[in-house]
């Protein structure tokens, strides 16, 4: 996603948001790689798009609401793999995305990374 987002894409997100199931989930892996599996659950979803795509000391409070978010791990792996350059992504700052991205080249989908990660974690190791 870009710093503007089409009205078009604001109407599917807000559509999917309405229909999506509320209270406790489980995301599975595969979640990591499918958005219509995650951004209904993100819970930036009714949040003005402005107030996330701010700039300086703003984009920090901006990532706060992602603290809580059931879901911050798959924004933040989509914004990487797709260098989003504009506003808060899965908690980080575009400067933290990008500090990111020049530390870990390797790192080729962070999607896989951060899904081996989750289910790493889900069993226990």
Same mark, same amino acid.
């Given at each position: 996603?870009?710093?503007? &987002?089409?009205?078009?894409?604001?109407? /599917?997100?807000?559509?999917?948001?309405?229909?999506?199931? *509320?209270?406790?989930?489980?995301?599975?892996? !595969? *979640?990591?790689?499918?958005?219509?599996?995650?951004?209904?659950?993100? $819970?930036?979803?009714? &949040?003005?798009?402005? $107030?996330?795509?701010?700039?300086?000391?703003?984009?920090? !409070?901006?990532?706060? &609401?992602?603290?809580?978010?059931?879901?911050?791990?798959?924004?933040? /792996?989509?914004?990487?793999?797709?260098?989003?350059?504009?506003?808060?992504?899965?908690?980080?700052? !575009?400067?933290?995305?990008?500090?990111?991205?020049?530390?870990?080249? !390797? &790192?080729? *989908?962070?999607?896989?990374?951060?899904?081996?990660?989750?289910?790493?974690?889900?069993?226990? $190791?």
């Amino acid at each position: 996603m870009t710093a503007t &987002i089409p009205d078009r894409n604001r109407a /599917a997100t807000a559509q999917r948001a309405a229909t999506a199931p *509320s209270g406790d989930f489980e995301l599975g892996v !595969e *979640s990591f790689r499918d958005r219509q599996e995650w951004v209904p659950r993100a $819970k930036c979803r009714d &949040i003005d798009p402005d $107030k996330l795509f701010v700039r300086g000391a703003a984009q920090r !409070e901006a990532a706060v &609401i992602c603290r809580h978010c059931p879901v911050v791990l798959q924004c933040r /792996a989509d914004a990487l793999d797709n260098r989003v350059e504009f506003g808060v992504w899965g908690g980080l700052t !575009e400067r933290q995305r990008r500090a990111m991205l020049r530390e870990h080249p !390797e &790192i080729t *989908s962070w999607a896989d990374f951060y899904a081996e990660q989750y289910a790493a974690q889900r069993a226990g $190791k």
